[in-house]
């Protein structure tokens, strides 16, 4: 699958960051792996899915 869009976006650094670096991603990859873990929690899978927030 791939989105392209030409739409301006428009982000803002949040204030009072004086030293923040905002970066631009150029090219995102998504494994098939990754699939299986942003899958429904309830669909069974070979590997246990992740939870919205959660960090791993």
Same mark, same amino acid.
């Given at each position: 699958?791939?989105?392209?869009?030409? /739409?301006?976006?428009?982000?803002? %650094?949040?204030?009072?960051?004086?030293?923040?670096?905002?970066?631009?991603? =150029?090219?995102?990859?998504? /494994?098939?792996?990754?699939?299986? %873990?942003?899958?429904?929690?309830?669909?069974?899978?070979?590997?246990?899915? =992740?939870?919205?927030?959660?960090?791993?």
């Amino acid at each position: 699958m791939e989105l392209v869009t030409n /739409d301006t976006v428009y982000l803002k %650094l949040p204030q009072g960051y004086s030293n923040a670096l905002l970066l631009k991603n =150029l090219y995102l990859s998504c /494994d098939p792996y990754m699939r299986n %873990l942003m899958s429904k929690l309830d669909e069974p899978g070979y590997i246990d899915a =992740l939870l919205p927030g959660s960090v791993e």
